[in-house]
C-alpha cells in the first residue's frame, strides 16, 4: 500500500513538474478587401437566393404614387418633401402618444440633412421609403417647456435652413427677427409643457440641438422614421405635398 502511494505520489510530482503555461505574445492579421473580385460560393448564393428576391418584391411593391418629384432643395425656410415628412410623423404618431399618455403631440421638428433621397414623380415603394431615410432613427417625443421651445424657434431662425416642421407657424422678419411663431395656432406659453415629436438623433444633440433634450420627460414611441413613411404611404395612396406658409419670411419691399 505504501509502495502504491509513494507511487501515486512521485507521478503527480511528475506531471506537475512538466505542466507548462502559455501566453499570447502576438497576434498578426491582415486585411481582406471585399469586392467584385471576389468569388461567390454557388451554394450560399443558391440558398439565399429565394429569401433576396422575397425582399426585392416587398422593396418595389407600389404602396402610393407622387404626383412630381421633390427634393429638399425646392424651398428655401420649408420643402414639400420636409412639410411631407414632419407631416407624417405627426400623423402616424400622434395617434400612438394619445393612446399611451392621454397627451397630444403639439409639434414636429426633424432635421433638413436626414432627408437623404429626392423622391420621384411615379410608383412610391417602401424602397423610396429606404432611399429618403436609411438610419434607423425612431420617433422619441419630448415634455418641453415654453423657454426651450422658444430656444426651438432662435434655432430655427438663426439656421435659416428648412428643417421639416408640422404644427408650428413660424413668421421672420427680413433681418431674421421672429415677427410670430405659434404652435397650433396658438402664441408659445412660457409657462406651458409642449410635447414635440422628434428623432432620436436630434433629441440626444444631433445638429447642435441640444434644445430639445428634455428636463421632465421623454417618451420612446418604438416606431422608426423609415415606417413612419411606409405606412403614410400606405395611407395616402397619392403623394402631393406642396410649400406652404407653415416658415416664412416678410421680404422688404
Known sequence: ???????????????????????????????????????????????????RESVERDLDSTLAYSVDTFSKSD????????????????????????KRT?????????????IRSIISKGNVTSRTAYQVMPFDNAVVVSAMKGNQVNDLIDYLASGKRAHPISKLKLILNADYSISEAKIKGEPIDINKTYYVATNDYLYNGGDRMS???????????????????????????????VIDDRFTQIKDN
Request: include cysteine; hydrophobic fraction near 40%.
Open 1 to 51: 500500500m505504501k509502495k502504491q502511494l509513494l507511487f501515486l505520489a512521485l507521478t503527480f510530482a511528475i506531471l506537475s513538474a512538466c505542466k507548462q503555461e502559455y501566453s499570447t505574445t502576438k497576434i498578426e492579421g491582415k486585411r481582406i478587401s471585399i469586392s467584385d473580385s471576389l468569388a461567390t460560393n454557388p451554394e450560399i448564393e443558391n440558398f439565399i437566393k429565394p429569401y
Open 75 to 98: 424651398g428655401d425656410l420649408n420643402t414639400a418633401i420636409g412639410n411631407f415628412m414632419a407631416d407624417a410623423v405627426y400623423d402616424m404618431s400622434n395617434p400612438i402618444f394619445e
Open 102 to 114: 392621454g397627451k397630444s403631440i403639439d409639434m414636429v421638428l426633424l432635421n433638413h440633412g436626414g
Open 211 to 241: 434644445f430639445l433634450k428634455s428636463k421632465d420627460t421623454v417618451y420612446n414611441l418604438d416606431y422608426k422614421i423609415r415606417n413612419v413613411l411606409i405606412d403614410y404611404f400606405k395611407k395616402i395612396d397619392t403623394l402631393k405635398p
